[in-house]
């Protein structure tokens, strides 16, 4: 490609879009996948918290006024299982705050040459705040609905209130955060292809691609070794008493590697072309030219 900055600053950010977008693409349904799992043992014992109050020691006790008690051990495998799903969960959180701040730089970036933009451009960069306002204020006037209801009756039917508003509210917010999540892709490729950014927002979106493309690939390496834990767990023969973890999609675990290591190709492609071209930009300062 000749160093021209309008083509370069195209391929970043075309680039830096492929870096992020797989992230948004697969993570929804990789949280549906690990986050159903139930805890169980061989004695009947059932084990909640989060994921399943892990500890260094996979043996607890635990004191309360006037009880002590040891709870039941967890299997390694388990143990590994469970490390895995919560290493995942944290890289979801710090990716997710990375791609708000990177939102807010790209809106920047879009005001900032607005006169070679398009205001169309900026009112996509609001899609993302406009849908996270519009599901908290549903479930505000979810709660309210469902304020005043109560069980009662053999049935533990809910009476008083709006309990069927509230529970048609519910269906409703599932059909805005999937529509919202989607248009979210939609609006963040449109404005990576059209708008011109100044080079210091390049830099940013760079280096958002680049830390979002190292955490797919983390993810997904934790994902194969839960996934690997949890095929030995199924194997073994369970210690009279150890909680294991048992998922409700297991047959889903081995499409969703290939769906994820898919993602993480395309992310760190997008990453390492989107560092490449702007390594360019910045060594020949193509902005003066």
């Not at 309360?64 to 709870?71: A, C, M, N």
């Not at 709660?143 to 209130?161: A, K």
């Not at 999609?249 to 071209?277: E, N, Q």
Request: glycine share 8%; charged share 10%.
């Amino acid at each position: 490609m000749p160093h021209n900055f309008g083509l370069l600053a195209a391929r970043t950010r075309t680039s830096v879009a492929t870096g992020t977008l797989p992230w948004l693409a697969i993570v929804p349904f990789l949280s549906y996948v690990i986050g159903r799992f139930t805890l169980t043992s061989s004695s009947g014992a059932v084990e909640s918290g989060y994921p399943f109050q892990l500890t260094l020691f996979r043996t607890r006790v635990v004191s309360e006024p006037g009880v002590h008690w040891v709870l039941p051990s967890i299997s390694t495998s388990t143990w590994i299982v469970g490390g895995a799903t919560m290493f995942m969960d944290a890289l979801f959180a710090l990716t997710l705050l990375v791609l708000i701040v990177g939102l807010g730089v790209l809106r920047y970036g879009v005001v900032r040459e607005k006169g070679q933009n398009r205001r169309s451009l900026y009112v996509l960069t609001w899609v993302p705040v406009v849908v996270v306002v519009v599901l908290v204020a549903m479930r505000i006037a979810q709660q309210y609905l469902t304020d005043g209801s109560r069980p009662e009756g053999p049935s533990g039917q809910f009476v008083g209130g709006h309990s069927a508003l509230a529970a048609l509210m519910g269906n409703f917010m599932w059909v805005v955060a999937i529509g919202g999540w989607l248009l979210t892709i939609v609006a963040v490729a449109v404005v990576a292809r059209r708008a011109n950014l100044p080079p210091e927002t390049l830099r940013f979106g760079r280096t958002v691609s680049v830390m979002t493309s190292v955490s797919l690939t983390l993810t997904f390496i934790a994902y194969l070794v839960g996934g690997v834990a949890l095929a030995i767990q199924n194997r073994e023969s369970h210690v009279a008493g150890a909680i294991v973890a048992t998922y409700t999609l297991h047959d889903m675990w081995l499409p969703m590697a290939f769906a994820l290591g898919l993602s993480c190709v395309t992310s760190i492609w997008g990453a390492t072309v989107a560092r490449r071209s702007w390594r360019i930009i910045y060594s020949q300062r193509l902005w003066d030219n």
